[in-house]
C-alpha cells in the first residue's frame, strides 16, 4: 500500500528515478523485494513515504515517521533496549537490552540490530518504506512484524546544494543543516550532508522545584548520612545533536556502480527518561510520593542523584544530573554490476554504537531513591550478496547469502537501596550492583526465490531463507553490597555458580509463496503464504541471585506465519489510487519480557502465541482539473489477540481481576483473547497537499494529514490503568517558496491538538502491592509519552 507521491533518486540498490507526471498520479519506486518496482506493481503491503514529504514535515527520527504514520508505534524509553516498536499490535518491550524488535530497521540496505537506533537522526533522505507483515525471505531474521526500510540520499549527476535553519518554539530548538552534491571528478561524485541542533528548552516541562531529602546507611559504620536530592536543571531533553555524513558514487562504467557512504552522530540529551510520565495511578497519585500530581499532561517531575553519589558511580557526573549520551558511527560500501541478464549486488557494512546513561529519579520519593548509570556498546560487521536474473523468458531468480558479526556490551552500575558501604572504594560505595554481560553473535544465512510467469499476466513466485545463527553469552555482578549478596550473587570467576553462560544455536527455514495477477498496467490482484523468524537471545540486562538459572536469562526465537493478499488499482487515467488488502497471520513462541518479583528482575520468556487479522483500505486522489492538489486516506482495522498465554500478574493485580493462576512459581493470569500491547482495533489518516502560483516568482504551499487511533492497552498484560483511548492528531504545514524552488519559508506544525498520547508503558517501581490476593492494589503506569505540539519555523535556500 502506499501513502504518499514519492519519486525516488538514484540509490544503491539500483533504483533509477520515477518519471514525474505534470498532472495525476506520481509514480511511486521502491525495493521492498530488493528489486526496481513500481509500488503499484509489488505484491507486499509497502507504506512509502517519499523525500518530499520527508521534508515537508521534517520526519528526521523514526518517532516522528512512527508519529505520522497508522498502526506503527515507537515508545523511547529510558533503560534496557532502549525502545519499544510496535506494528498492528506486534513488538518487544524496551526492559531487556538482549531483546531484538520485531519490526526490523534496515538503513541502505544494511540491518541494524538495535532499538537505540532510534537516537540516529535521518535527514536528507531518498525515501522511507514500511512494509508490514513477515519479511524473512527478502531482510532475514527479526523481521516478523515487518520492515522499516530508510534510503538515504545519493550523489547527483549535477550539482546541486541545499542550506536550511529552522527553529522549534516549544523546545527552543535552533536546527541547522546543509548538503552539497555533485561530480568532483569524471565517473566520480560525491554528496556531504551535515545537520547540528541544540535544544535550549525541551519538549517536557521539568516541574520539580523543591530538593527532597534522603539518607544512605553506611553498613561499615551503622551511621544513617542525610542527602539531598536537588531538582535536575532544565526542560526535557534540551538535545544537542552533530551529524555528518558523506557519499562517494563511482561509475567507471554502464555497468558498474560503486557507492560508499560513512556517518558520524553524536547526540546528547539531559535525561534519559524525559519522556516518561506517571498519568494513570490505582490511588489518584503517584504511590511513591502522593505530592507529584498524576496527569496527561507534558510534565516530568526529575531530580538529580542523591548528594555524594555524582562522580562517585561511574558514568554519573559531579554534580549527579542526569543525561544520555548516545555516539554512533558507520560505513556501508556496495557494488552493483549489471550483466546483461544478471545484476550482482553486494553491500557490506560495519557500525558501532555507545549509549552511556546516568538517571536520577523521575517520580522521586522521599527517604527512598533509584540512581544508576549505564555503559552499553555495539558493533556489527556483515555482508549480503545477491545476483538477480532478468531474461527474457518466463523463468527468472533471485538467489544470495548473508554474513553478520557482533557483539554487544552491557555494563550497570545500581543504586536502588539507601545504601553505602565507606569501607569500599569510592566508585564502589553507593553501588548496590555493579554488572556486566556480554554477547558474541554469528548469523549465517542464504536464501533464494525462483519466479515464473505461467503466461504473460500471471507470475508465481517461490523462496526460502535459511538461518544459522549463534550467540555465546555471559553475565555476572562484578559487585554487590555486602548487605544485599543474599539476595544477589557477587562474581568469583573460579565459582560457576556466581555467573552465567549461554551457548546457544539456532536454524531456521522461512518460506514464502506469492501468485500476481496483473490483467492490465493499471490493476495488480496477488495472494502470498509468508513465514517469518525472530532471533533468540539472552537477557543481558538481568540481575543474577540464588534462584536464577540459565534458563531464566535465554530464550528461544518467535516465530510467525499466515497469509495476505489484496488488490492495487490506478484508475480515472492515473488520478485515483485504490488499494485494499487482507490479511492474516499467527505469532508462536512470543518474547515477553516481564519483572519476576521472586528472583528480582526482568525475565524474556516465550509466552503463549497471538493473532492479526486486518483489512487495509488506502486512497490517493490527484485531479488533473485541480493542478498542484493531491489528497490521500488510508482506514486500517487489526484485530491482535493473544491466542494461548499463561501469563505473569501486572503489579497488584488481585483474584478478583483475574491473578487466579500460576506462572513460573508466581502469581499468574489467562491471558487468552486480550489484546496485545498497543493494538488499536481501527487506525487512518487523512490528508492533502496543495501548491498554487500566487505570482510568476512565488508559489504558495499548504498541506495537513490527520492520524487518528482506537483505544489500546499500553501493557503487554492487560493492565487495565494502561489503556489510552481514542485519539486524532493532526499535523500541518502551510509556506511559500519561489517558482524557481530555490528559496523557501515554512511553518511545520505536529500535534496541533496538543494530544497526550503514549506509545508504550512501565509500571512505576516501588507501587502495587498485595499481587495474587484479594486486596491487591495496583502499580502505577508510567507512560512513554508522544511529543507534544511542535511549531517549527524554517528557511531554505536551494542551489543548482
Not at 531483546?99 to 540491518?111: C, K, M, P, R
Not at 486500517?636 to 488481585?654: E, I, M
Not at 489503556?723 to 505536529?750: N, P
Amino acid at each position: 500500500m502506499t501513502a504518499f507521491p514519492a519519486s525516488a533518486q538514484d540509490v544503491t540498490d539500483g533504483v533509477v528515478p520515477a518519471q514525474s507526471q505534470s498532472s495525476g498520479l506520481e509514480e511511486i519506486i521502491v525495493t521492498a523485494r530488493k528489486r526496481v518496482e513500481s509500488v503499484q506493481d509489488v505484491p507486499v503491503l509497502v507504506t512509502a513515504i517519499s523525500q518530499e514529504t520527508v521534508q515537508r514535515y521534517d520526519l528526521t527520527s523514526l518517532e516522528k515517521v512512527a508519529a505520522f504514520s497508522p498502526q506503527f508505534n515507537i515508545g523511547r524509553a529510558s533503560n534496557g533496549s532502549g525502545a519499544q516498536i510496535t506494528l498492528r499490535g506486534i513488538g518487544s518491550q524496551a526492559t531487556s537490552i538482549g531483546l531484538e524488535q520485531s519490526t526490523a530497521v534496515i538503513v541502505d540496505g544494511v540491518y541494524y540490530g538495535q532499538a537505540r537506533v532510534i537516537n540516529e537522526a535521518f535527514f536528507d533522505l531518498d525515501r522511507v518504506e514500511l512494509l508490514k507483515g513477515p519479511q524473512a525471505l527478502f531482510f532475514g531474521k527479526n523481521a516478523t512484524a515487518g520492515v522499516v526500510s530508510v534510503t538515504t540520499a545519493n550523489p547527483t549527476d549535477t550539482f546541486e546544494a541545499m542550506g536550511q535553519v529552522g527553529y522549534e518554539f516549544r523546545s527552543e530548538n535552533l536546527v541547522g543543516s546543509a548538503y552539497v552534491s555533485g561530480p568532483i571528478a569524471p565517473n566520480l561524485s560525491a554528496r556531504l550532508a551535515v545537520r547540528v541542533s541544540n535544544m535550549f528548552g525541551g519538549y517536557f516541562k521539568n516541574k520539580q522545584v523543591d530538593p527532597l531529602t534522603t539518607a544512605t546507611f553506611d553498613i561499615a559504620t551503622g551511621n544513617l548520612n542525610p542527602r539531598v536530592q536537588l531538582p535536575s536543571q532544565g526542560d526535557q531533553p534540551g538535545t544537542n545533536e552533530k551529524l555528518i555524513r558523506g557519499t562517494l558514487q563511482w561509475e567507471p562504467t554502464s555497468r558498474l556502480t560503486a557507492n560508499l557512504k560513512a556517518s558520524w552522530l553524536k547526540s546528547d540529551d539531559e535525561s534519559n527518561s524525559w519522556n516518561m510520565v506517571p498519568f494513570r495511578c490505582a490511588l489518584g497519585a503517584p504511590q511513591p510520593n502522593p505530592n507529584i500530581p498524576c496527569e496527561k499532561k507534558f510534565n516530568v517531575y526529575m531530580v538529580n542523584a542523591p548528594e555524594g553519589l555524582g562522580g562517585a558511580t561511574r558514568e554519573s557526573r559531579d554534580d549527579g544530573q542526569p543525561f544520555n549520551a548516545y555516539r554512533s558511527w558507520a560505513v556501508t560500501g556496495s557494488l552493483n554490476y549489471d550483466a546483461d541478464n544478471y545484476l550482482i549486488t553486494s553491500v557490506t557494512n560495519y557500525n558501532w554504537n555507545r549509549n552511556r546513561w546516568a538517571l536520577g529519579q523521575n517520580v522521586p520519593a522521599e527517604a527512598t531513591f533509584i540512581a544508576a548509570t549505564e555503559n552499553t556498546s555495539f558493533w556489527a560487521f556483515s555482508n549480503e550478496t545477491r545476483v538477480q536474473t532478468s531474461f527474457d523468458g518466463p523463468v527468472n531468480a533471485m538467489v544470495g547469502g548473508y554474513y553478520q558479526k557482533t557483539r554487544r556490551n552491557f555494563r550497570q552500575q545500581g543504586a536502588f537501596a539507601p545504601l553505602e558501604d565507606s569501607s569500599q572504594p569510592l566508585e564502589r560505595r553507593f553501588d548496590s550492583t555493579q554488572r556486566y554481560s556480554r554477547t558474541d553473535g554469528e548469523t549465517i544465512s542464504a536464501f533464494g526465490q525462483l519466479s515464473w510467469k505461467v503466461v504473460p499476466t500471471v507470475e508465481i513466485a517461490g523462496g526460502v531463507r535459511y538461518t544459522h545463527e549463534t550467540k555465546d553469552s555471559i553475565l555476572y555482578q562484578e559487585y554487590v553490597n555486602a548487605a544485599l549478596q543474599g539476595l544477589f550473587i557477587q562474581y568469583d570467576p573460579n565459582d560457576p555458580s556466581t555467573y552465567i553462560l549461554g551457548d546457544q544455536t539456532f536454524n531456521n527455514w522461512s518460506p514464502e509463496a506469492t501468485i500476481t495477477w496483473q490483467p492490465s498496467d493499471e490493476v495488480t490482484v496477488y495472494g502470498a503464504y509468508k513465514t517469518a523468524y525472530k532471533s533468540g537471545g539472552f537477557s543481558n540486562s538481568a540481575l543474577v541471585t540464588a534462584l536464577t538459572t540459565p534458563a531464566d536469562i535465554a530464550f528461544n526465537p518467535e516465530k510467525a506465519k499466515g497469509f495476505e493478499g489484496g488488490i492495487k488499482t490506478t484508475l480515472l487515467d492515473r488520478q485515483l489510487r485504490l488499494n485494499v488488502a487482507a490479511y492474516t497471520y499467527k505469532y508462536t513462541n512470543l518474547q515477553i519480557d516481564y519483572f519476576n518479583s521472586i528472583t528480582f528482575q526482568f525475565i524474556t520468556t516465550n509466552a503463549g502465541s497471538a493473532t492479526t487479522k486486518g483489512v487495509e483500505v488506502e486512497t490517493e486522489f490527484a485531479p488533473r482539473a485541480i493542478p498542484g492538489f493531491s489528497a490521500r486516506a488510508v482506514l486500517a482495522y487489526n484485530k491482535a489477540r493473544y491466542k494461548d498465554y499463561l501469563a505473569p500478574c501486572y503489579g497488584g493485580q488481585s483474584t478478583t481481576a483475574g491473578c487466579t493462576e500460576t506462572f513460573q512459581g508466581g502469581p499468574g493470569q489467562d491471558l487468552s483473547g486480550v489484546p496485545t500491547a498497543l493494538a488499536p482495533e481501527w487506525t487512518g489518516s487523512l490528508g492533502f497537499n496543495y501548491e498554487s502560483d500566487v505570482s510568476d516568482s512565488l508559489v504558495f504551499m499548504t498541506s495537513a494529514n490527520m492520524r487518528y487511533s482506537s483505544s489500546y492497552l499500553g501493557s503487554s498484560f492487560g493492565h487495565p490503568l494502561s489503556r489510552q483511548s481514542s485519539y486524532a492528531v493532526l499535523d500541518g504545514t502551510i509556506g511559500l517558496k519561489t517558482a524557481d524552488d530555490r528559496l523557501e519559508f515554512s511553518v511545520i506544525g505536529k500535534n496541533l491538538t496538543n494530544r497526550f498520547y503514549i506509545s508504550g508503558v512501565q509500571e512505576q517501581p516501588n507501587s502495587g502491592s498485595g499481587t495474587g490476593t484479594p486486596n491487591g492494589i495496583p502499580s502505577d503506569i508510567v507512560g512513554l509519552v508522544a511529543l507534544p505540539r511542535t511549531i517549527m519555523a524554517q528557511v531554505t535556500a536551494r542551489f543548482r
